[in-house]
C-alpha cells in the first residue's frame, strides 16, 4: 500500500514563502512521476507543478512560474515544493499526487494521494 503524506503547510503573510514536503512510502518512490496541485473552496483542484522520476525534468502553471519550485529527494522518497510570493489566492489545501505517466499536469494522472496540507496566505 502506497502512503503519501503532505507537511508543511501553515498561515503566511502575503509575500511570503513557505516549503511544502511530500513523503512517500510503500514503493520504490522513483518509480512515480510526482505532482503538486491544489483545490480552494468551491474550486477544481488545480495542477500546480510535476516533476519526472529522476528529478531532471520540471513543469509548472503559469499561475505559480517563478514562484514555486518542485524538487525530490529520492534518497528520501520525498518531494518539495518551495512557495515564495505568495498571494491572498494561494489560500487552498494543497495535495501531492503520485502517478506513473511520464508527465502528472492534471488531477486523472494521479494515482495516489496525500490527504492535503492547509495553506492560508493574509492580506
Known amino acids: 500500500q502506497v502512503q503519501v503524506v503532505e507537511s508543511g503547510g501553515g498561515l503566511v503573510q502575503a509575500g511570503g514563502s513557505l516549503r511544502l514536503s511530500c513523503a512517500v512510502s510503500?514503493?520504490?518512490?522513483?518509480?512515480?512521476?510526482m505532482g503538486w496541485f491544489r483545490q480552494a473552496p468551491g474550486k477544481e483542484r488545480e495542477f500546480l507543478a510535476g516533476?519526472?522520476?529522476?528529478?531532471?525534468?520540471?513543469y509548472y502553471a503559469d499561475s505559480v512560474k517563478g514562484r514555486f519550485t518542485i524538487s525530490r529527494d529520492n534518497a528520501k522518497n520525498t518531494v518539495f515544493l518551495q512557495m515564495a510570493i505568495l498571494k491572498p489566492e494561494d489560500t487552498a489545501v494543497y495535495y501531492c499526487?503520485?502517478?506513473?505517466?511520464?508527465?502528472?499536469?492534471?488531477?486523472?494522472?494521479?494515482?495516489?494521494w496525500g490527504q492535503g496540507t492547509q495553506v492560508t496566505v493574509s492580506s
Open positions: 499526487g503520485a502517478g506513473n505517466y511520464a508527465i502528472i499536469d492534471k488531477a486523472s494522472n494521479v494515482l495516489y
Open positions: 516533476i519526472n522520476r529522476s528529478g531532471g525534468n520540471t
Open positions: 510503500g514503493r520504490t518512490f522513483t518509480t512515480y512521476t
